[in-house]
């Protein structure tokens, strides 16, 4: 995208409805899955970053201390087909990764709206991961936040209906669980 193009989108919008197009473009890049944790996001993101970069260098630089769940994000990831995965040429045991097809697409959609790329990036969901207060935020819980955080003031059902046409009681759990969190106030 060309400069001038870039500084029309990044200005076009309020801080929230940025923050939601962000979202939105993660969610696309997750295989449409609004309950992706925001640590998957940022592993995604980090994979974009630094193409061909090894499951090890990535725990290494996010800090991240179980392999167990590590293998488990990378397995997710590729079963739903937003990575692959290279053997490394001089090392047959490393298996290289990268981002791939529409999820390059969506995370690229997404690297527009930060002048910094992907540490923007990284910053606004590490922003989002401490702010929610949970064990495991998803995508979901921060298009609630955001969503709030443009309009203002809003009912629980406009919240709810800013969300990605999920079960109901999905969305109504992820409303009740930032609630009790003391994230979002009901103002009734």
Request: glycine residues 6%; charged residues 30%.
């Given at each position: 995208?060309?400069?001038?193009?870039?500084?029309?989108?990044?200005?076009?919008?309020?801080?929230?409805?940025?923050?939601c197009?962000?979202?939105?473009?993660?969610?696309?890049?997750?295989?449409?899955?609004p309950s992706?944790?925001?640590k998957r996001?940022?592993?995604?993101?980090?994979?974009?970053?630094?193409p061909?970069?090894?499951q090890t260098?990535i725990?290494?630089?996010?800090?991240?201390?179980s392999?167990?769940?590590?293998?488990?994000?990378?397995?997710?990831?590729?079963?739903?087909g937003?990575?692959?995965?290279?053997?490394?040429?001089?090392?047959?045991?490393?298996?290289?990764?990268?981002?791939?097809?529409?999820?390059?697409r969506a995370?690229?959609?997404?690297?527009?709206?930060?002048?910094?790329?992907?540490?923007?990036?990284?910053?606004f969901?590490n922003?989002?991961?401490?702010?929610?207060?949970?064990d495991?935020?998803?995508?979901?819980?921060?298009?609630?936040?955001s969503?709030?955080?443009?309009?203002?003031?809003?009912?629980?059902?406009?919240?709810?209906?800013?969300?990605?046409?999920g079960?109901?009681?999905?969305?109504?759990r992820?409303?009740?669980?930032?609630?009790?969190?003391?994230?979002?106030?009901?103002?009734r």
């Amino acid at each position: 995208m060309d400069s001038i193009k870039l500084h029309a989108k990044r200005a076009m919008h309020t801080r929230g409805q940025k923050s939601c197009l962000v979202i939105d473009h993660l969610v696309e890049a997750l295989a449409n899955d609004p309950s992706s944790s925001l640590k998957r996001a940022l592993i995604l993101t980090h994979i974009d970053e630094s193409p061909g970069i090894t499951q090890t260098e990535i725990m290494k630089e996010l800090g991240i201390k179980s392999k167990t769940t590590m293998n488990r994000e990378i397995e997710w990831l590729f079963n739903y087909g937003c990575i692959q995965r290279n053997q490394d040429r001089k090392d047959g045991r490393a298996i290289k990764l990268e981002t791939c097809g529409y999820t390059k697409r969506a995370i690229d959609s997404a690297l527009d709206y930060f002048p910094k790329r992907h540490k923007g990036l990284q910053n606004f969901l590490n922003r989002y991961i401490k702010e929610l207060r949970q064990d495991r935020p998803t995508l979901r819980d921060a298009r609630l936040v955001s969503s709030l955080y443009d309009k203002g003031k809003a009912t629980k059902a406009d919240l709810i209906d800013s969300l990605y046409n999920g079960p109901a009681t999905t969305d109504n759990r992820a409303y009740k669980k930032l609630y009790d969190d003391g994230v979002i106030k009901d103002d009734r």
